[in-house]
């Protein structure tokens, strides 16, 4: 079992950072996410994302972070939601997950909160290609709001070939980019 599912499992209250995908209705129907704030490292706001030749799309390509290259996932296109314009609330939470610092581009970082591990479901009827990003269902007593979940490591595990290619192409953006400056 992975270290994530055993903290969700354990029956102890955590703290998940939740942030929001927008459907684009003023509001109405927004996606709640949350993700441990264990793994969190830190949110950035938006910033220049370097593309990658011949990566998947929702892989937007890597950020230079202090000088460190990070991946940059796009969660809306990984979850085959509509493309919507950046503005001044999308932001990159950065994680670390199996030891590597990874990026994913939300839309709004709303809160970070308690969830008592009576008020997580585990997903049952998801369906397999949901399933297994997702963690849980907390429902929070307070509100009858539903924050799915996630499960970072799924979200990022990318193929050993594909993991190369990145930072492969990456060093050689990065030199690119620095002898043109």
Known sequence: ?????????????????????KTGNEGVNDEEYGV???????????????????????????????????????????FEMPERPHDEHTCIIVMEVSGKNVGMVVDVVSEVIKIDASEIQTPQSLGDEVSHFVLGLAKKTDSNKVIILINPKEI???????????????EKIWAFKKSSW
Do not use: C, H
């Open 36 to 78: 441990l704030i264990t793994e969190v490292r830190e949110i950035i706001g938006m910033m220049p994302i370097s593309a990658i030749p011949k990566s998947p799309d929702f892989l937007k390509g890597v950020i230079n972070l202090r000088g460190k290259v990070i991946p940059i996932t796009d969660l809306r296109t990984k």
């Open 1 to 21: 079992m992975a270290t994530t599912e055993k903290q969700v499992n354990s029956g102890t209250d955590e703290k998940y950072l939740t942030f929001t995908l």
């Open 156 to 170: 990022f595990t990318m193929s050993q070939e594909l993991e190369e290619a990145i930072w492969r192409n990456s």
